[in-house]
């Protein structure tokens, strides 16, 4: 009698708990499968009352044994939760921060707000995925998130549909907005933008080292420095994008159309040293040269302006780096054939530096107080 119990209530049970995953999530088959486990524990003392008096039914308890750590075990480990994800975007006076996850969620979540702080309770544990670097206080709980801000501000809050996302303004304060505007001046003006030649690309790999190849090393550093002046809201022009090959007069055709304020290209040396070239014009070269020689003369005019920028960007890498600089003049194509104030910077090789985001950042940051010296 009790075999057929035993056989009943598992065959109801394991029929239940599929249909409630199915019907409830995981979740609820939990809730409901805990009931479950009571019943069968009951029944399980009663199983062995009998079994003490007679030999009674070992093969089925074994099981209800493994069955009972089956629905204890794997409706926790697949239990599934909300995914949320925090974005923010930094403008000059402004901070703006997207909680971002599904409609109903969104709809079920509660939101406080003061000066300083957002609090966020969600209807049920999420999985947050965080942004790099945020410019606030981050704390997470099981069903709760708080954004703690260090300079009071005035947050106005709205929901935008598709994805679903609640979207956080923070206007910042009187004190803040100083600071930014004192940053702000060491931001060049560049009306016409800047152009950044990232070296080599394709089958010209430039300088290698293990793993790290010169043309690698400069596109990153290329995208780092567009995407800086891009955030500034400044004009940013890059001669390559992606890891192709680019002839030398495909790119001065390229800075050429743009006519930018400034032209940096970016190569490596082979030693450990800064070495910044800018743009010297022989006369017998240029003859030789012959059909470069119209396109050489549209530096001339330059000249002057590309040594006082490789003269600037030149102190602003010696200022971040306390390194040596040298500074050397030469009748490179790619410097003596553009339009524009230019300099061909040569960082250190990758087999004495590691260009991670931090040394991309202090490059990038050197460069830019360099042009904007040299602007001054
Ligand atoms: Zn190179």
Not at 298 to 319: E, M, N, T
Request: aromatic share 12%.
């Amino acid at each position: 009698m009790f075999g057929y119990l035993w056989d009943t209530t598992l065959a109801i049970g394991f029929s239940n708990y599929f249909y409630f995953i199915i019907r409830c999530g995981c979740r609820r088959a939990q809730v409901h499968y805990l009931r479950h486990k009571c019943l069968f524990i009951e029944l399980r003392e009663q199983v062995s009352e009998r079994k003490e008096r007679k030999n009674y039914y070992p093969v089925k308890k074994g099981f209800l044994i493994l069955f009972i750590l089956f629905v204890s075990v794997f409706p926790l480990s697949a239990q599934k939760k909300a995914l949320v994800s925090l974005k923010f975007s930094s403008q000059e006076n402004s901070l703006r921060v997207v909680l971002e996850a599904e409609e109903s969620f969104l709809k079920r979540t509660k939101v406080t707000t003061s000066s300083t702080q957002i609090r966020a309770e969600f209807p049920e544990p999420y999985t947050l995925t965080p942004p790099q670097g945020p410019p606030f206080e981050l704390i997470t709980a099981e069903k709760s998130l708080v954004l703690n801000f260090k300079e009071a501000g005035e947050i106005k809050m709205f929901q935008l549909p598709s994805p679903a996302r609640l979207v956080f303004d923070i206007q910042k304060s009187d004190i803040q907005k100083k600071e930014l505007s004192a940053e702000k001046q060491q931001v060049p003006v560049l009306a016409r933008g800047l152009c950044v030649d990232a070296g080599h690309g394709g089958y010209d790999f430039g300088i290698t080292y293990g793993t790290s190849s010169e043309k690698e090393v400069m596109l990153s550093l290329a995208k780092d420095l567009n995407s800086f002046l891009a955030r500034k809201g400044k004009k940013s022009f890059l001669t390559r994008r992606a890891d192709q090959y680019i002839s030398i007069s495909e790119r001065i055709n390229f800075v050429n159309q743009k006519i930018p304020d400034v032209f940096i290209s970016l190569h490596a040396s082979t030693s450990q040293g800064f070495v910044l070239y800018s743009p010297r014009f022989e006369e017998q070269a240029s003859i030789e040269a012959g059909d470069f020689y119209s396109l050489s003369s549209r530096q001339r005019k330059y000249v002057q302006k590309s040594k006082a920028l490789a003269g600037s960007i030149g102190k602003a890498l010696k200022d971040e780096f306390k390194a040596e600089i040298i500074q050397r003049e030469m009748p490179l194509p790619i410097l003596n054939s553009v339009a524009s104030p230019c300099v061909l910077v040569e960082l250190p090789s990758p087999k004495y530096v590691l260009y991670d985001q931090q040394m991309r950042e202090k490059v990038i940051k050197a460069f830019i107080h360099g042009v904007a010296a040299y602007e001054q």
